[in-house]
């Protein structure tokens, strides 16, 4: 395993560059490992790029060219991972047609490694939901929705672990309360439980038992909220072992990810990409040892 070590901020997000200490150290002349996460979120059945409308996001986006760009990366980089933290359905006639089965299809296409589940993937209810992840070659991450006596009892996963370049990596995924969000006859028996409580226990079970070198919760809770309710932003602030939250459901478009200090004043990365699939988000982790320092360079990338 590599050797894991608190973030410390030692240069501004703004300028699309963290350099932390690092989560690993290279053994003397191997090449320092690299990690490339790609990430989407709210792309909401956009298949096609906007419309040629004259609005701010004509011709933007569409699922083909972000299956351009990914190879693109994917070419040029060995390791990489490419993740969504949910709201696929819901937002053109195809998903009004076809219940959600191209985009699981075009997301199995282009590789996704993993996705949790957003409000508006209950949708069609979940017996389609259930339908449609059969779809997928990838797992859909939920480890605070308790689907016992539904259609979608063990069809999801709590967490993933997954290899790259000798990095070990553990996701998870975490879900927004449904009540009041989702009409209550599509999500039936779903249990909610409380995403800090949850995702600190996943986060600390990846870390300490997994031996996972990087923890990444992908989320559906929303960037930031005035009122009292759990956001990507508390949740960073009420954790111990989560490096990386790529959040979704507010359609926050940042232009570079933010630090949350957690509860031992470690800085926490939360990125989020807007909605349509008008954004690719990119965060490159390298690990280079030595002086035991992390580097993030972060670039979210139009399509």
Not at 163 to 180: N, Q, S, T, Y
Not at 260 to 274: D, K, R, S, W
Request: proline share 6%; with cysteine.
């Amino acid at each position: 395993m590599l050797n894991r070590r608190i973030f410390l901020r030692q240069a501004a997000v703004g300028g699309g560059l963290l350099l932390l200490p690092g989560l690993a150290t290279a053994l003397p002349g191997r090449p320092t490992p690299r990690l490339t996460i790609l990430h989407t979120n709210d792309w909401h059945s956009r298949i096609d790029p906007f419309p040629d409308d004259g609005g701010r996001n004509a011709n933007r986006g569409g699922a083909l060219r972000r299956m351009h760009l990914i190879r693109q990366i994917r070419a040029a980089e060995p390791n990489v991972i490419l993740l969504d933290s949910g709201d696929i359905f819901q937002g053109t006639p195809y998903f009004n047609f076809f219940a959600g089965e191209l985009e699981m299809k075009l997301m199995t296409r282009m590789g996704y490694d993993a996705a949790t589940i957003g409000n508006h993937d209950f949708d069609g209810g979940m017996e389609n939901l259930a339908t449609q992840m059969k779809h997928a070659n990838f797992p859909m991450l939920s480890a605070n929705y308790d689907f016992t006596g539904t259609p979608l009892a063990g069809k999801t996963q709590p967490y993933q672990i997954l290899e790259r370049g000798g990095i070990r990596i553990g996701l998870f995924g975490l879900g927004i309360e449904l009540a009041g969000l989702v009409p209550e006859q599509l999500y039936g028996k779903t249990t909610y439980q409380d995403p800090r409580e949850v995702g600190n226990a996943t986060a600390r079970l990846l870390r300490e038992d997994k031996k996972c070198d990087l923890v990444i919760c992908l989320s559906h809770l929303g960037f930031k909220y005035r009122e009292d309710k759990v956001d990507d932003v508390k949740l960073a602030s009420s954790s111990r072992d989560i490096d990386i939250i790529l959040g979704g459901h507010t359609h926050t478009f940042l232009d570079a990810p933010v630090e949350v200090p957690n509860q031992l004043g470690e800085p926490v990365i939360v990125n989020q990409v807007g909605f349509g699939g008008l954004r690719l988000g990119r965060l490159d982790v390298t690990f280079p040892g030595g002086g035991r320092r992390r580097c993030v360079a972060c670039n979210n990338l139009r399509v």
